[in-house]
């Protein structure tokens, strides 16, 4: 039989990512801070637990999915929480975006509890679509073998899965990732701003930008958020803010220079100071707007 999953933490991406498991023929128990959001696991067929204890008591597997190190620091060591209610020799999967030392220090935690409890970091991109459509990249730090033990679970989420290295590798490869997305957009935001006051039709601009080297998987999906002005999150603003935190402490921990990732930083900073943090990232254009007097 398939592995019993935990799943915490039901939000824009927990949600359908556990579903796609319970698609696959996976039993999952699942716990969040949200009725709704229990509701609806129960209703696609898993079981709502009313705690993480509860949902991680019989599950071989425990994914976690939350927003930050602080969340993952509570499910995880809390009275009531995974390493002290996990089964013996459980395999922990954290797929929340978080800083790469947070993932080193639970990996020790969890060998230090002496239970056999093994844990990964594996998080990934491709948003909210990629989340429902079960095509998310995945991006893995721990031990080979782990990640082989996972590798049925993440291929039922995605479809690229990569090791990329030891605990925290997974999440420093998500870091760099967030540090593109946010120049891309960020480029994508000036460009848009540009071409409408230069009054060329910009639907019409974005499908010939796309087909050439300006061309991102940003402009692609991010393009009926910039048309529209629909900046219904997706990806909000203030997650963003987190891991440009998250990469810009990294890279200076290691000596890299990101002299344009740290002025997108600020202004994924200044946008959630303004109001704007509950948006979604494709909201970086109302700063572009407002800093052209639009
Ligand atoms: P979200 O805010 O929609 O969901 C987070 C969920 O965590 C909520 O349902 C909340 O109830 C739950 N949670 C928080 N604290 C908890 C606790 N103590 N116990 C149990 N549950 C708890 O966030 P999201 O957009 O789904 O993002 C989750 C993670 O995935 C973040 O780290 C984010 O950076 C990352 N991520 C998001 C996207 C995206 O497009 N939204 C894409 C890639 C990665």
């Given at each position: 039989p398939l592995p019993a999953v935990a799943w915490i933490g039901l939000g824009i991406m927990g949600s359908p990512m556990s579903e796609n498991l319970i698609k696959a023929g996976y039993r999952v128990t699942g716990f969040t801070l949200e009725q709704d959001k229990l509701d609806r696991l129960a209703a696609a067929g898993g079981t709502a637990a009313a705690s993480v204890a509860e949902a991680v008591r019989g599950a071989d597997v425990v994914i976690t999915m939350v927003p930050a190190s602080p969340q993952v620091e509570a499910v995880a060591?809390?009275?009531?929480?995974i390493l002290a209610h996990?089964?013996?020799?459980a395999l922990l999967i954290d797929m929340s975006s978080i800083t790469p030392r947070t993932s080193v220090e639970l990996a020790a935690a969890a060998a230090a509890a002496g239970r056999g409890l093994r844990v990964l970091d594996a998080p990934v991109s491709g948003g909210e679509a990629g989340a429902v459509e079960a095509v998310l990249s995945i991006m893995v730090g721990g031990d080979r073998a782990d990640f082989d033990a996972a590798r049925p679970v993440l291929d039922a989420l995605g479809t690229t899965v990569v090791?990329?290295?030891?605990?925290?590798a997974g999440q420093t490869v998500k870091a760099a990732n967030q540090l593109i997305v946010a120049v891309n957009i960020q480029a994508c935001a000036e460009a848009v701003v540009f071409l409408e006051k230069s009054g060329v039709d910009l639907a019409a601009a974005l499908d010939v930008l796309n087909g050439?080297?300006?061309?991102?998987a940003v402009l692609t999906r991010k393009k009926h958020n910039f048309l529209g002005r629909d900046?219904?999150?997706?990806?909000?603003i203030e997650l963003h803010h987190k891991d440009m935190g998250i990469v810009t402490d990294a890279a200076r921990a290691v000596g890299a220079a990101l002299p344009v990732g740290g002025v997108v930083a600020g202004l994924v900073g200044a946008a959630r100071a303004q109001g704007d943090g509950g948006l979604d990232h494709s909201a970086l254009l109302r700063g572009v707007e407002r800093l052209s007097g639009t």
């Open positions: 060591y809390g009275e009531d929480g996990a089964r013996d020799g090791h990329c290295g030891p605990h925290g050439g080297l300006a061309g991102s900046f219904v999150p997706g990806f909000r």
